[in-house]
């Protein structure tokens, strides 16, 4: 199944502070990579007037929509409230990408090439043919270690557990209950592949190299990787006790 079987509804969700800039651009390309496919920004009430950028797209596109958020409650919290959106409409698969440009929007039709065999496709800096450009060897190996320490702690199998570049079957997410999310930072991308295994989702990869962001700051942050730290550990805990993912019936 591909993007071009126009009975696959493809819904693309990004959620953004402060990224006006980057996103004019950005929504651009990602409607000329995936022509049919709806787009959804999460906005949380940027001060740079990223909601009036896109809204301004959307006069001229109507499967561009904005889902303004009046507080910044974290990376988490705003993706979460994109998959509630898309769920809710009923699309077949929700492709998840940064706002910054680290994550090239050429790479978008092969996600959706691998959900022939997947229930989640990874865009991959970690396997044979990705990587990344312009880190420090501190930032390497933060991120190398997170990801060690999210396969060993939560039992994914998965290369590349703390990207956020990704493609999911939403009738799996639907399986999920969402309030029992921990994560409201950078360790959903951790937390929502640990409860996708659960609920049986298979995992495959592709390559792609990761870029910098050129435009605005990054949000990444010492306090916030020490609580993903303490949200992988505590999901470990649940795992052990093998702790519910599901909705109860």
């Keep these: 199944m591909s993007e071009a079987n126009t009975d696959v509804r493809i819904a693309v969700t990004i959620c953004t502070y402060n990224e006006r800039e980057n996103i004019r651009t950005l929504l651009p390309a990602i409607r000329q990579a995936l022509p049919t496919a709806d787009i959804l920004v999460v906005d949380d009430n940027s001060p740079d007037g990223t909601a009036a950028e896109v809204e301004h797209i959307a006069k001229s596109d109507p499967q561009v929509h904005l889902l303004l958020r009046q507080h910044k409650a974290g990376l988490g919290a705003a993706t979460l409230a994109g998959f509630a959106w898309v769920i809710e409409r009923d699309f077949d698969y929700l492709i998840n990408l940064d706002a910054d440009w680290s994550h090239p929007p050429g790479v978008l039709p092969q996600l959706v090439q691998l959900m022939d065999a997947a ?23 933060m991120s190398w270690g997170i990801n060690s320490y999210s396969r060993v702690l939560l039992g994914i199998a998965a290369r590349d557990c703390s990207g956020a570049y990704r493609c999911y079957r939403v009738s799996k997410l639907r ?38 962001r050129a435009v605005g700051e990054s949000k990444i942050n010492m306090k916030e990787v020490v609580r993903a730290l303490r949200d992988i550990a505590l999901l470990g805990v649940d795992r052990l006790r093998g702790v519910p993912v599901t909705r109860e019936k």
């Design 119 to 141: 229930d989640v496709a990874i865009a991959s800096r970690y396997i044979p043919g990705g990587g990344v450009q312009n880190w420090g060897l501190h930032r390497y190996f």
């Design 175 to 212: 399986e999920i209950d969402f309030a029992r999310f921990r994560a409201r930072g950078y360790a959903f991308q951790e937390e929502i592949l640990y409860r996708c295994r659960r609920v049986g989702c298979r995992f495959r990869e592709t390559p792609f190299v990761f870029a910098d």
